[in-house]
């Protein structure tokens, strides 16, 4: 239901490639912690509508990367150029962060300004992430997985161009995350954009990416740049990934 | 609990019976006293003027209190330099403050408010500044990345968060309130229950001392339960 004014913006700045370079990130010492150079000469492209999934391991600054990205950080050398994309750009954290005061209804609304014609496709998409019935419970009464689909819904229902997704299937059961993970394909595709995801999963990576970076440990920077050459089924077929995922990371 | 109280009246009712002291009077005498006192308007007259006082001290405290508090909590550089001063106020005692406010503004109205309103401020701050501090950072990058904006980050984060401290303070705070604007009123007014209860003292007047104290905490009882409780019940409904 995007009016055709949106749709139009929308191709207009799919032509737009997103460009990151951040050349070095230090966070400055803090009591008895010395300053710490988290990242240094991460560069990379991230072509309009596709999917970068970064991995890394566990602190090697994959969240700073993405903090940087979203412009909640903005103390780093180097530079952002997001284009007008970066106007329309949601964040997708690796905790829910909705507001526990607030319902699941509630909570996708105050991400859309009042009035605004996407707030009536709040029941539709509700439903796509399978919270009909629970759009008047109050977030800390849904399991995680519950809550996490909400906070899918209203990282989709502002219509993103770019989509900031960090770890956001965490501890979770498999097969949970194995429906979110399907979930969030399907709303890709309903609903194109760049996303960057971030994981530590491999396998999640293959599953989800159409490319992906992989951070190396420590002062990281990009170790590997590949693309994943699975088609949608395949995406699907647990053997599939695996070997995918057993080429790309052969040199890791 | 209507049961356990019932039996502490039944206790004081023998007890008075058996000793036949006129310091310990019957339950009977002090309903008696607190009809005559409710009679003849005296007894609405004194709650009235102190419930006057109440609500402004507590007004004025729970908003200075709170100001004070949030800019405690939220800059670091105030905290340090006025956590001394807070320290110092919050140890001060009450008929300290009461017999200077008395002497600096004189036998006032806005005198003895100030005082009481001086005795609490320390304490909102104090609470508030923990509520401050504790204000999460996931939530306002979140509403930074939703664009929610200076209004809708202050009614649908903020203040949520600041809700239970609010109404921490507001209990504790109203509690602390009664009882020193009893004193007060005690000290330097010629109207409301602590002037009332001052004056049966000097007479040695236990039945009436008991007939004020009574009503004044079925007052107190009445709006903590249709007040103030509700309203907790309410800033809290969120919760698991
Ligand atoms: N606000 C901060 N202040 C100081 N150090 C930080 C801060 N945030 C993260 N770090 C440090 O930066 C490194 C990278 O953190 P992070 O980006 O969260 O890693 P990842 O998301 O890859 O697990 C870690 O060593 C962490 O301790
Ligand atoms: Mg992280």
Redesign the interface.
Request: net charge positive; charged share 40%; aromatic share 18%.
């Given at each position: 239901m995007a009016s055709v004014v949106d749709i139009a913006k929308g191709t207009a700045h799919a032509g737009r490639p997103i460009k990151v370079e951040v050349k070095r990130k230090v966070f400055p010492p803090v009591g008895d912690r010395e300053a710490q150079l988290v990242l240094r000469d991460v560069a990379f492209e991230v072509a309009p509508r596709s999917f970068l999934v970064v991995t890394g391991p566990s602190g090697c600054g994959k969240s700073t990367l993405l903090n940087i990205i979203a412009g909640l950080d903005d103390d780093f050398e180097g530079q952002l150029d997001l284009g007008p994309a970066g106007d329309r750009l949601t964040y997708i954290f690796q905790s829910p962060r909705l507001l526990p005061w607030r319902t699941v209804e509630e909570n996708i609304a105050l991400a859309l300004p009042e009035g605004d014609p996407r707030l009536a496709r709040i029941p539709e998409m509700l439903a796509r992430v399978g919270l009909a019935q629970a759009a008047n419970a109050y977030p800390e009464r849904l399991s995680l997985g519950m809550q996490r689909r909400a906070a899918l819904a209203r990282g989709f229902i502002v219509e993103p161009e770019i989509l900031l997704m960090d770890e956001p299937f965490v501890s979770l059961d498999d097969p949970t995350a194995q429906s979110l993970r399907e979930l969030l394909l399907e709303l890709w595709h309903s609903q194109p954009t760049t996303v960057i995801f971030i994981t530590h999963d491999r396998a999640e990576a293959i599953q989800l990416g159409t490319r992906i970076l992989r951070l190396s440990p420590g002062q990281a920077s990009v170790a590997q740049d590949a693309e994943v050459a699975l088609s949608d089924a395949e995406r699907r077929d647990r053997s599939a990934v695996l070997r995918e995922q057993n080429r790309i990371f052969a040199a890791a | 609990m209507v049961g356990s109280l019932l039996t502490l009246v039944l206790l004081w009712h023998l007890l008075a019976v058996i000793l036949q002291n006129k310091y310990l009077p019957t339950p009977v005498e002090v309903v008696d006293v607190l009809a005559r006192e409710a009679g003849n308007g005296d007894l609405v007259k004194h709650i009235v003027a102190t419930l006057m006082r109440v609500a402004a001290a507590f007004v004025i405290s729970m908003l200075i209190g709170t100001a004070i508090g949030l800019a405690l909590g939220l800059y670091r550089t105030a905290d340090k330099f006025f956590d001394a001063w807070l320290i110092l106020f919050l140890n001060l005692p009450a008929l300290v403050t009461i017999t200077l406010c008395y002497i600096w503004f004189g036998l006032s109205e806005a005198a003895a408010v100030t005082a009481v309103a001086l005795n609490k401020i320390p304490n909102v701050a104090v609470n508030m500044r923990e509520g401050a501090r504790a204000l999460s950072r996931?939530?306002a990058?979140?509403a930074?990345?939703?664009?929610?904006g200076w209004w809708?980050t202050l009614r649908?984060?903020t203040l949520?968060q600041l809700a239970p401290f609010f109404a921490a303070s507001a209990r504790s705070g109203l509690g602390l309130v009664w009882k020193i604007v009893l004193v007060v009123e005690a000290f330097g007014r010629s109207t409301g229950v602590g002037y009332r209860l001052n004056i049966a003292f000097q007479e040695f007047d236990v039945t009436t001392i008991l007939a004020y104290a009574l009503a004044f905490i079925i007052i107190v009882q009445i709006i903590e339960f249709t007040i103030l409780q509700p309203l907790q019940a309410k800033v809290t409904a969120?919760?698991?």
């Open positions: - | 996931d939530l990058e979140m930074v990345i939703y664009k929610f809708r649908h984060v949520p969120w919760r698991r």
